[in-house]
């Protein structure tokens, strides 16, 4: 008993150089996959946030919603097409798009409230915060969309002290249509909007890994230069390839650290931010 008290609070003592470093900055955090579905994975990521909220850390949510689409697609009959790993949206599904996003939001919310936190939804019911046009394949993607603007004012009103954005990545254009924009896409591009300290985009992998299949080779630190270099070699591949642009991104813009977790591991997010080891990879502008 006394051991495992002892180590609770050396893991509270190895966390207090992080929180006073983080106490009052902005982390953006693009939350999807399995955390998004398992019900106990959920619970743990949302728990962090609401940790992180409580010792000062200002928390901005982005969320997707890719699996329970598909479902209700299913359910309607409507049919699932993907190019480009972008899904191709047609003025029907988009409405489908928007009220399933809608209802992760409100869920989001509702499930940080029950854990002592505060929540605010920021979905096309509530308010607009992503202004988008058509991306350039617009003919094969339909209402798929770009980022052109972020309404910051927004987003920082709901960045009060203990309360977190939730925000859908549904954009409106300028001729008023709904657009379906990728989340790794929209969260870069509200880091950059907020001068966020980090992006966190949790996965459903380890992070970055040499060799893919295994999970001994997880690079735990990379800069701009090197993650490009991983990619002209097909190192980082698929689905890895948005996820590692949008990281670039954000640097770019000026984003001091970026990182690519695997969220289905427990408090992943604690584990990154407050620890000096940390998990998954770290993507820096040089190091």
């Known amino acids: 008993m006394m051991e495992d008290a002892i180590r609770k609070s050396d893991v509270l003592i190895e966390a207090l150089p992080y929180i006073k470093l983080y106490s009052g900055k902005i982390f953006v955090i693009k939350y999807g996959g399995s955390a998004l579905v398992n019900p106990d994975i959920k619970r743990e990521v949302l728990q962090d946030i609401v940790f992180m909220s409580y010792v000062g850390i200002r928390p901005v949510l982005i969320h997707g919603g890719g699996p329970f689409i598909n479902n209700e697609f299913k359910k309607l009959g409507m049919k699932i097409e993907f190019k480009d790993g972008l899904r191709v949206t047609t003025r029907e599904s988009m409405v489908v798009v928007d009220r399933v996003l809608a209802e992760i939001n409100r869920g989001i919310a509702r499930d940080i409230k029950d854990l002592g936190g505060r929540a605010v939804s920021l979905n096309t019911e509530k308010k607009d915060v992503i202004y988008a046009g058509p991306h350039k394949d617009k003919t094969k993607l339909g209402l798929v969309g770009q980022v052109e603007s972020i309404k910051t004012d927004t987003i920082r009103k709901a960045v009060r002290p ?30 950059v909007a907020l001068k966020a300290a980090k992006l966190v985009l949790l996965t459903d992998v380890k992070g970055i890994m040499r060799d893919k299949n295994k999970e ?14 991983l990619m002209d070699k097909n190192i980082i591949q698929g689905g890895m390839i948005p996820k590692v642009k949008a990281c670039i991104k954000a640097l770019n813009g000026g984003v001091s650290k970026t990182h690519i977790i695997d969220g289905r591991i427990p408090h992943s997010l604690l584990l990154e931010i407050f620890t000096d080891k940390g998990i998954g990879t770290e993507i820096l502008k040089a190091r």
């Open 162 to 191: 203990r309360s977190v954005p939730i925000i859908s990545p549904v954009g409106i254009g300028q001729d008023n249509a709904l657009y379906n924009v990728n989340a790794d896409d929209v969260s870069s591009e509200i880091a």
């Open 216 to 229: 001994d080779t997880l690079i735990a630190t990379l800069s701009m230069k090197e993650t490009q270099m």
